[in-house]
């Protein structure tokens, strides 16, 4: 092909620039190529248009003025290095190249121009990535998708291995049914909330998630200068499916930190309106802080919105164990004068149960200035009753019973009147929440502790702790209304719902949602006594079913993942074809194969390579795949019937 003759004829030109345009190892950079072509280098520009060969080829002359200009067809040449033969059309060409285009064509192609922004869809990789295992064997991609698949990519899948756990069944057992049960799902995060979406459409009172934070270190990395606008693409994708899924007096709650908050702020603000926005809870994390410039960060956000302002509800946080966030000048309690008020309705005449005196040690005060009160006499002790007010005789409001049992509750002290009086203690047992949170302040023990208790070992670095997922669902939700997390993790937020008695959904892509996430679920319904468990009484109990996604080709693409030699990478490419897996349609994989310069790829190139020509679409088996005899066959009796009564037996 003359193409083939240009392109070696290209290369021998190039490397009469030494290093300039080749790796040491001798691969072409197609990258730094592409750029001074752009940028018209005027050496390169030179060499190439002394060929005559690319010459004639890409370059045309034109008359201008009755003189005549010769062309050079830059984009045509370009072309040249940004498009495979392999590839049977311009598939790749929004991975190389950005901007504006016209009938797929950029700008400096066609005078018809139209903003052209590529779905990048970032959905491979599910797993709360601060809490994942090094030896991770997801990957995580970025792909271009075309807006006319996202609706085969977001149909809702088939449910496979469905097991429900309960104090009965700590084991699991079958379930054949679902009747808005707990939910945790196996499976890519975005795929699975859209097969949620018919059944749980405006049904979540709470959601909560803590995504990667695009910190360079968390596994969201690309080789590319728009790691921004990607990562904000990834959260863009599962916050428009959450938003659908929120009751209209939902709350949402995201956090991040300060790699992304302030664009995610900007994100938010957009999905689900600035009139939503219902605050930014700053929370100070026990750690030294974490290194990312020259000022160690110590704290997170989490951005608070609801689904609408005008009907959301925020309650206040329960305090516990008598701690307090202040200590004003009483001490840290609220005092309430216990006389009774109401001097027309109760007084001695009607009420003389309520007439009695107490008695105080005017000479022995607490700092706060406070004296100890008696219902009997005492050496040098004072007699105090109820004022009496317009010559009514007023009376208390307890009676001497409940006073001589309640004595630790009351404190007397003189106003300025001079006149002794009896207060109750009143110790507020919830406050409204505030947007400064310290983990210092209310924990005991950190995630990462709990979860090493929970497990006898290291599971995960930065784990949220329990009291810190226990205040955010007390602010958001009551008993029996539903949580959602989707990156779930550890399942602290599932962990924690159950022992708050909230519904919950979780939803978790990495395998080690059976080792870790499950059974801290079984734990919990045991009766574990860790994290809140002993704060809220948790005496066990509970269920949830686990579920999967049906794999298609999610499972080659953990095959290719884990290849660690060239033969097994082949091995599995091979299996693939053989199979009858599904490749994109717009990819002759055996031209990919046969193809010099992959045959030259190193491993990891190959497997990124192999990994971009599966069918993103066929990740997993859609229900509407169910009518299909072969696909029946690779499903139970039991998965068949789950998956009807999960979707209400809707027509296939």
């Known amino acids: 092909m003359i193409e083939s003759k240009i392109m070696e004829t290209t290369k021998s030109i190039l490397k ?11 691969t072409l950079k197609r990258n730094k190529v592409i750029e001074d072509l752009d940028a018209y280098t005027p050496m390169l520009m030179k060499a190439l248009l002394a060929n005559q060969l690319i010459h004639d080829t890409y370059t045309e002359s034109i008359v201008v003025d009755d003189k005549s200009v010769e062309l050079f067809k830059l984009n045509q040449f370009i072309e ?8 049977q059309d311009s598939y790749t060409k929004f991975e190389n190249k950005i901007g504006l285009t016209a009938g797929g064509k950029f700008i400096d192609e066609t005078a018809d121009v139209v903003l052209d922004f590529p779905f990048k869809d970032t959905v491979l990789k599910a797993g709360m990535t601060k809490e ?18 996202i609706d085969e990519l977001l149909e809702p ?38 097969s949620l979406k018919e059944r749980y459409a405006g049904k979540v009172k709470f959601i909560y998630l803590d995504p990667p934070y695009n ?19 990834f959260i863009t994708n599962r916050l428009v499916i959450a938003k659908e899924l929120l009751k209209r007096d939902g709350v949402i709650v995201v956090q991040a930190d300060d790699n992304e908050q302030a664009y995610l702020k900007i994100l938010m603000d957009e999905i ?66 216990i006389r009774n008020q109401n001097t027309v309705a109760f007084n001695s005449s009607n009420r003389p149960n309520l007439r009695y005196p107490f008695y105080v040690d005017e000479d022995t005060k607490n700092e706060y200035g406070f004296m100890k009160v008696s219902t009997e006499p005492f050496e040098k002790s004072t007699e105090v009753w109820a004022t009496t007010v317009e010559g009514r005789e007023s009376v208390w409001r307890w009676g001497k019973s409940k006073a001589r049992e309640n004595l630790e509750a009351l404190v007397a002290r003189k106003s300025g009147d001079g006149i002794i009086r009896i207060y109750q203690k009143k110790y507020s047992s919830t ?55 989707f990156f779930m993790g550890s399942a602290t937020t599932q962990a924690v719902a159950m022992k708050m008695n909230r519904r919950f959904i979780g939803i978790e892509q990495l395998d080690y949602i059976k080792t870790v ?12 006594q860790g994290g809140i468990s002993k704060d809220v009484n948790w005496q066990g109990g509970g269920s949830f079913v686990y579920a999967e996604l049906m794999e298609k080709n999610q499972g080659y693409l953990k095959d290719v993942q884990q290849a660690e030699t060239t033969k097994q990478l082949e091995d599995v490419v091979n299996r693939m074809i053989e199979g009858g897996a599904d490749f994109d349609f717009r990819v002759d994989v055996e031209k990919v194969l046969q193809d010099p310069e992959y045959q030259a790829m190193a491993l990891a190139d190959k497997k990124q390579l192999i990994v971009k020509v599966i069918d993103k679409n066929q990740l997993y088996y859609a229900y509407s795949d169910m009518d299909d005899r072969d696909v029946q066959e690779l499903m139970s009796d039991s998965d068949i019937a789950f998956n009807k009564s999960f979707y209400g037996e809707r027509d296939l």
């Open 215 to 233: 910190t360079g270190n968390d596994g969201f990395n690309y080789n590319d200068k728009f790691n921004h606008s990607s990562w904000l693409t």
């Open 517 to 528: 996430s499950v059974e801290r679920l079984k734990k919990v319904i045991a009766g574990e």
């Open 80 to 87: 040249m290095f940004t498009y495979k033969e392999y590839w």
């Open 157 to 194: 899948k088939i449910f496979v291995n469905a097991t429900k756990y309960d104090q009965e069944h700590l084991d699991g057992e079958d379930v054949n049914d679902f009747n808005d049960e707990n939910l945790i799902i196996k499976g890519n995060n975005l795929i699975a909330l859209h």
């Open 431 to 485: 406050t409204m929440p505030k947007s400064f949170w310290n983990e210092t302040e209310f924990l005991s023990i950190t995630g990462t502790h709990e979860l090493d208790k929970m497990f006898s070992g290291k599971i995960f670095s930065f784990p949220k702790p329990e009291g810190y997922l226990k205040r955010m669902i007390e602010i958001s939700s009551k008993p029996n209304d539903l949580v959602l997390d």
């Open 272 to 337: 689900f309106g600035v009139e939503n926005f219902q605050g930014t809870i700053i929370n100070i994390v026990k750690t030294e802080g974490r290194r990312y410039g020259n000022i160690a960060k110590s704290h997170e956000y989490g951005l608070v919105y609801s689904a609408d302002f005008e009907h959301v509800n925020m309650y206040e946080m329960e305090i516990t164990g008598k701690k307090f966030q202040y200590k004003d000048k009483n001490g840290g309690f609220d005092i309430k004068d």
């Open 16 to 26: 009469g620039f030494g290093n300039t345009y080749f790796s040491d190892k001798g």
């Open 132 to 149: 994942d295992q090094k030896d991770a064997d997801e990957p995580f991609l970025h792909e271009t998708i075309a807006k006319a698949e």
